[in-house]
Nanobody, 121 residues
Framework: QVRLVESGGGLVQSGDSLRLSCVAS????????VAWVRQAPGKERRFIAG????????FYGRPAEGRFTISRDNVKNTAYLQMTDLKPDDTATYFC??????????????WGQGTQVTVSS
């Protein structure tokens, strides 16, 4: 079992930056790929970024390309999502996921409770 707790969301203005954090506990964090997805009100969850166990393999969804960076610190058992040039369309609840295989989707075994990001225009 892996427990994930996200933080770092908030209310920002268009063009601002935010860094989300996801702290893992339980089983060895280094054994899992991690991902960030988001869900806007009334919409399905959408893949944003994924990162392999050793931090070398990365996938980015189209909303993240060029603006977001996923990273991890396996010593601190923490994954990050650095978001820049935020836009109102980025408003959503952001979830961190973990699973044995990095994939460009939602196939992760464990999920956090999410952190809200709201971007005003």
């Amino acid at each position: 079992q892996v427990r994930l707790v996200e933080s770092g969301g908030g209310l920002v203005q268009s063009g601002d930056s935010l860094r989300l954090s996801c702290v893992a506990s339980g089983r060895k964090f280094v054994d899992y790929a991690v991902a960030w997805v988001r869900q806007a009100p009334g919409k399905e969850r959408r893949f944003i970024a994924g990162l392999g166990r050793d931090g070398t393999a990365t996938f980015y969804g189209r909303p993240a390309e060029g603006r977001f960076t996923i990273s991890r610190d396996n010593v601190k058992n923490t994954a990050y999502l650095q978001m820049t040039d935020l836009k109102p369309d980025d408003t959503a609840t952001y979830f961190c996921g973990a699973g044995p295989n990095l994939n460009f989707g939602l196939a992760y075994d464990y999920w956090g409770q999410g952190t809200q990001v709201t971007v005003s225009s």
